[in-house]
């Protein structure tokens, strides 16, 4: 309160600097959210542990809109809601994840026929599991498989 100007000015661009720190950690981490599952995501968490995670970033958004400027708020309210759709749906969607290990090291599309009836979602077991790095030869390791 009694500081001097130029004090007061290195606590003012303190204050900035460390505002611009937490938001840039919660641009990464919003970032890094929306790798979860994907197919550089080597181990996807199961549905409690994403909505655990989708818990602590929208928490972690929440306090930092509390101290925010309108123009940051509103950025972190739109990352808030998209962090909370993206990885509800993700969460919805691994629920119907399950763990299938080929008899042997097989084709994709032998393997998603043999799974779905469908030997065009190929891809989609592909996608799923970072441990395929040929479509045409998928290890005899566990694979994550929809159910439907």
């Known amino acids: 309160s009694n500081y ?3 004090r007061a000015q290195d606590v003012t661009n303190g204050n900035a600097i460390n505002a611009l720190t937490r938001q840039a950690l ?5 970032g890094a959210a929306s790798l979860i599952g994907s197919e550089v995501d080597a181990s996807p968490p199961d549905a409690g542990e994403m909505l655990a995670i989708r818990n602590a970033l929208t928490s972690a958004l929440d306090a930092e809109m509390l101290v ?3 123009a940051v708020y509103d950025a972190l309210w739109s990352a808030k809601m998209a962090v909370w759709k993206d990885l509800t749906e993700r969460a919805r969607a691994s629920d119907k994840l399950t763990t299938r290990t080929p008899p042997d090291v097989l084709p994709a599309l032998v393997l998603a026929y043999d799974y779905h009836d469908d030997a065009l979602r190929d891809a989609e077991l592909v996608q799923r599991n970072a441990v395929i790095r040929h479509p045409g030869f998928v290890p005899a390791v566990p694979l994550k498989v929809l159910t439907q």
Do not use: G, I, K, W
């Open 68 to 70: 925010a400027t309108d």
């Open 26 to 30: 919660l641009v990464q981490s919003v």
């Open 4 to 6: 001097t100007p130029s």
